[in-house]
Structures are given as C-alpha cells and as structure tokens.
T-cell receptor
Framework: TQLLEQSPQFLSIQEGENLTVYCNSS?????LQWYRQEPGEGPVLLVT?????EVKKLKRLTFQFGDARKDSSLHITAAQPGDTGLYLC??????????FGPGTRLSVLP | EPEVTQTPSHQVTQMGQEVILRCVPI?????FYWYRQILGQKVEFLVS????????KSEIFDDQFSVERPDGSNFTLKIRSTKLEDSAMYFC?????????????FGNGTRLTVT
C-alpha cells in the first residue's frame, strides 16, 4: 500500500513569514499533485509535478518534486491570510488512482 | 471554467436506509472517481470508473457500495444500507485522461450524516 505523509500537521504563522511543508513517501509516484482545500469545499488543484527534481512556481508558491519522485515540498514566500487552508499532496501511481496525504493545515494570522 | 457538480450538498439519513449521491462530471472527461473524507481525516479513495465499469476500488468500497453512470452525464454513488461510520464528505472527481499531467477535478462534495 502506498502511503504519503505530510509535515507539519498544523502550522500557524504571522502574515509575511515564509514556510515550507513537506510530503514524503517510501513509494515512487508517476506524478504528484498539490491541492488546497477550504472548509466545506472540495480540493482545488494547485500544481502537478511529473519529473524528478522539477521545480514549479505559482506566484509566491514554489513546488519541488524530489529527484527520486518519492517526496515533494511546497514553499510559500511572504504568506498572506488568503493562503490559509488545508494543503494536500496526492501521488499518482501508475494506474488511475491517487493516494492522498493527511494534509497540512495552515493558518496565516494578520 | 467547467466544473464538477454534486447534489445534494447535505444529506441526512437514518441508519439502514439507502442513499444515492449524484455527480455531474466535466463533460469531456473520461475517468470518474469517488473519494470520501471523514471529518478531520484524510481524503480516501473509494472507486474509479472508466468505460462504464469499475477500474479500481479500495477496501472501503464493499458490497454495500455501487456506482453507476445511468446516462451520458450523471455519475452516482449508492450506499445500500447506511451505517453510522458512513458519515463523511463524499467527493466526486473527474479526469480527462490518465496521462501524468491530467489532474483530478473535484466537486464541492456531499456531506452525508447518518443518524
């Protein structure tokens, strides 16, 4: 069974601070996706990373896929209250299924 | 932008009753999924569906669960005899293809409460 772990589980920071959250597994994934989920809503896709070592930027968010395609990180620069939410990573195996991590709940205080 | 829609947004049912959760995936998508998320817990895969049949299912998806695509647009999840532990958010998702860059698009979920 493929499992994804995320750390930290909870993170509360002040507006303007930088942060990094991690997604780790002992399994190799064909791709990895990051989602943000707000209360009462479904996960919304932020990015897909496919190639080992790949780095993608989305405004203040930087995503990296590990060289071995087993882990990923999300770095947020100058966090804003609008970044508050549950950040989920999801790994695609070589079939059709996605395995989700438990998420990092981020709270950015004004 | 096209989106996945789910109805109802909230369903309350008594233990032992049957429920049907409905989803309209994005129209040109070919792969359909149901996930659930128990309050405060992780998003768990239930089932994937392609070409009018189940392609993968998890241990959670036992014989109390079934899926159907009754027409060209709807994708339903039926729970035959609900249990208290079925209370969760149920998310439908669709995907254009299975190439590695093809993301899941989620609906906003149905909150199922079994009393």
């Amino acid at each position: 069974t493929q499992l994804l772990e995320q750390s930290p589980q909870f993170l509360s920071i002040q507006e303007g601070e930088n942060l990094t959250v991690y997604c780790n597994s002992s399994s190799v994934f064909s791709s990895l996706q990051w989602y943000r989920q707000e209360p009462g809503e479904g996960p919304v896709l932020l990015v897909t990373v496919v190639t080992g070592g790949e780095v993608k930027k989305l405004k203040r968010l930087t995503f990296q896929f590990g060289d071995a395609r087993k882990d990923s990180s999300l770095h947020i620069t100058a966090a804003q209250p609008g970044d508050t939410g549950l950040y989920l990573c999801a790994g695609a195996n070589y079939g059709q299924n996605f395995v989700f991590g438990p998420g990092t709940r981020l709270s950015v205080l004004p | 932008e096209p989106e996945v829609t789910q109805t109802p947004s909230h369903q309350v049912t008594q233990m032992g009753q049957e429920v049907i959760l409905r989803c309209v995936p994005i129209s040109n998508h070919l792969y359909f999924y149901w996930y659930r998320q128990i309050l405060g817990q992780k998003v768990e895969f239930l089932v994937s569906f392609y070409n009018n049949e189940i392609s993968e299912k998890s241990e959670i998806f036992d014989d109390q669960f079934s899926v159907e695509r009754p027409d060209g647009s709807n994708f339903t999840l039926k729970i035959r005899s609900t249990k208290l532990e079925d209370s969760a958010m149920y998310f439908c998702a669709s995907r254009a293809g299975t190439h590695t860059n093809s993301p899941l698009h989620f609906g906003n979920g149905t909150r199922l409460t079994v009393t």
